[in-house]
């Protein structure tokens, strides 16, 4: 078959991908290696930046969004005995938002089926081929054992790090950079009410530990552990024993709900950039260009930022003839991405215990002073409330 943008990956930045690029005539195929039920059930990320929420709502797929997402004016920063809240709509006139991805995914999914942009779900040996030259293809076998080949303009990898749209850039032709902390998450999903208004970031001398949520009835926890923790000699009751004690149970009256936990899972924590993110007529777009800890809660967020102006520069070029954002888009998204990555490195750092107890009065003094400074609080505000697309 023949289309102008082939698109490898259907989970949220490839799912935004086709749409965005569909709302201005450009065709594309979806192709993905998992099932579509496999795709909506993923439980990510659940923040959204301020950009990101306008870019869905000026796509037509922020309607469920605008009525169902809560809407955070900033964070909690705790550390033993105090606790402050960072206030960022009125610091930087921005706020963020609480929606989670599988609630995103289902409004994307919904906009394909509506659009009838085709997709091939459980896609095996997807390959893609001459990416380096004006007639690159991806191959796979569908879900029916048929192979297939899908003939585009341009190929762009939305496919995660595990994919094979990375492994098509020639090694000699990327450069990577990767950091891998020596610690992890043990996550939660718990069917309990949250007990906070907004995201609570704890410094605690057992680890870190952060309370955020998913909706009105269902919460979502985090407990530092080590990267090799056995998840299961962590009964219930021990994870909610040690979230009241880093979350600071009984601290000015505050105390945690618990409830029945319905998932747990340890999370690695890493930091992973490649570039360029731009090779021939092949395009890297969220995980499989770059991977964030999750403290800074910006890899949905990039990933966005990625296929937005993605989508803006394969329409000059395919639409229009222009090909100078197409040829700019990696150096103008990596821009971004490495600002969002040191924001990242900064909050897993500064709230995570991986050092002796002088690093632990550097980290305390370095959250003090997010408190005491105006303009500390207006810089960690600017970065986690979200800098525009088009950073730098």
Same mark, same amino acid.
């Given at each position: 078959?023949?289309?102008?943008?082939?698109?490898?990956?259907?989970?949220?930045?490839?799912?935004?991908?086709?749409?965005?690029?569909? +709302?201005?005539?450009?065709?594309?195929?979806?192709?993905?290696?998992?099932?579509?039920?496999?795709?909506?059930?993923?439980?990510?990320?659940?923040?959204?930046?301020?950009?990101?929420?306008?870019?869905?709502?000026?796509?037509?797929?922020?309607?469920?969004?605008?009525?169902?997402?809560?809407?955070?004016?900033?964070? %909690?920063?705790?550390?033993?005995?105090?606790?402050?809240?960072?206030?960022?709509?009125?610091?930087?006139?921005?706020?963020?938002?609480?929606?989670?991805?599988?609630?995103?995914?289902?409004?994307?999914?919904?906009?394909?089926?509506?659009?009838?942009?085709?997709?091939? =779900?459980?896609?095996?040996?997807?390959?893609?081929?001459?990416?380096?030259?004006?007639?690159?293809?991806?191959?796979?076998?569908?879900?029916?054992?048929?192979?297939?080949?899908?003939?585009?303009?341009?190929?762009?990898?939305?496919?995660?790090?595990?994919?094979?749209?990375?492994?098509?850039?020639?090694?000699?032709?990327?450069?990577?950079?990767?950091?891998?902390?020596?610690?992890?998450?043990?996550?939660?999903?718990?069917?309990?009410?949250?007990?906070?208004?907004?995201?609570?970031?704890?410094?605690?001398?057992?680890?870190?530990?952060?309370?955020?949520?998913?909706?009105?009835?269902?919460?979502?926890?985090?407990?530092?552990?080590?990267?090799?923790?056995?998840?299961?000699?962590?009964?219930?009751?021990?994870?909610?024993?040690?979230?009241?004690?880093?979350?600071?149970?009984?601290?000015?009256?505050?105390?945690?709900?618990?409830?029945?936990?319905?998932?747990?899972?340890?999370?690695?924590?890493?930091?992973?950039?490649?570039?360029?993110?731009?090779?021939?007529? +092949?395009?890297?777009?969220?995980?499989?260009?770059?991977?964030?800890?999750?403290?800074?809660?910006?890899?949905?967020?990039?990933?966005?930022?990625?296929?937005?102006?993605?989508?803006?520069?394969?329409?000059?070029?395919?639409?229009?003839?222009?090909?100078?954002?197409?040829?700019? %888009?990696?150096?103008?998204? +990596?821009?971004?991405?490495?600002?969002?990555?040191?924001?990242?490195?900064?909050?897993?750092?500064?709230?995570?215990?991986?050092?002796?107890?002088?690093?632990?009065?550097?980290? +305390?003094?370095?959250?003090?002073?997010?408190?005491?400074?105006?303009?500390?609080?207006?810089?960690?505000?600017?970065? =986690?409330?979200?800098?525009?697309?088009?950073?730098?």
């Amino acid at each position: 078959m023949r289309t102008q943008v082939a698109i490898i990956g259907a989970g949220p930045a490839g799912l935004l991908l086709s749409h965005l690029l569909g +709302l201005q005539g450009v065709d594309s195929v979806l192709i993905e290696r998992q099932t579509a039920d496999h795709v909506r059930s993923r439980v990510r990320a659940g923040v959204l930046e301020s950009g990101s929420v306008d870019v869905l709502t000026r796509a037509g797929v922020g309607r469920r969004l605008a009525t169902e997402a809560d809407e955070h004016r900033g964070v %909690y920063l705790q550390w033993p005995g105090e606790r402050h809240h960072v206030d960022f709509t009125a610091l930087v006139g921005r706020s963020v938002w609480i929606y989670g991805q599988t609630e995103l995914t289902k409004d994307l999914m919904a906009a394909r089926e509506e659009a009838g942009r085709p997709a091939f =779900y459980l896609a095996s040996d997807v390959t893609p081929h001459d990416v380096d030259t004006d007639r690159p293809h991806v191959t796979f076998t569908d879900a029916d054992g048929r192979p297939q080949r899908v003939d585009a303009d341009a190929v762009v990898g939305c496919d995660g790090f595990h994919g094979p749209s990375r492994r098509a850039v020639p090694a000699a032709r990327q450069r990577v950079w990767e950091r891998t902390y020596p610690f992890a998450w043990l996550g939660v999903l718990a069917d309990v009410a949250p007990s906070t208004d907004e995201l609570i970031y704890a410094w605690h001398p057992d680890g870190f530990a952060m309370h955020s949520m998913r909706s009105a009835t269902v919460s979502r926890l985090y407990l530092q552990v080590r990267p090799d923790e056995d998840i299961d000699e962590w009964s219930d009751d021990r994870i909610w024993e040690a979230l009241a004690t880093r979350l600071g149970a009984g601290m000015e009256g505050w105390d945690l709900r618990t409830g029945a936990i319905t998932e747990k899972s340890v999370l690695p924590m890493r930091s992973f950039v490649t570039t360029p993110m731009r090779h021939g007529r +092949l395009f890297l777009a969220g995980d499989a260009a770059h991977i964030v800890p999750p403290t800074g809660a910006k890899g949905l967020n990039l990933a966005i930022a990625d296929v937005t102006l993605l989508a803006e520069a394969l329409t000059a070029w395919l639409r229009d003839g222009r090909e100078d954002l197409a040829d700019a %888009y990696s150096d103008t998204a +990596l821009r971004r991405v490495w600002r969002c990555t040191h924001f990242s490195w900064w909050m897993t750092t500064t709230l995570h215990r991986h050092g002796d107890d002088f690093d632990a009065r550097l980290q +305390l003094s370095q959250l003090q002073r997010v408190i005491d400074s105006e303009a500390a609080a207006t810089e960690f505000a600017h970065n =986690y409330a979200g800098l525009p697309i088009s950073f730098g």
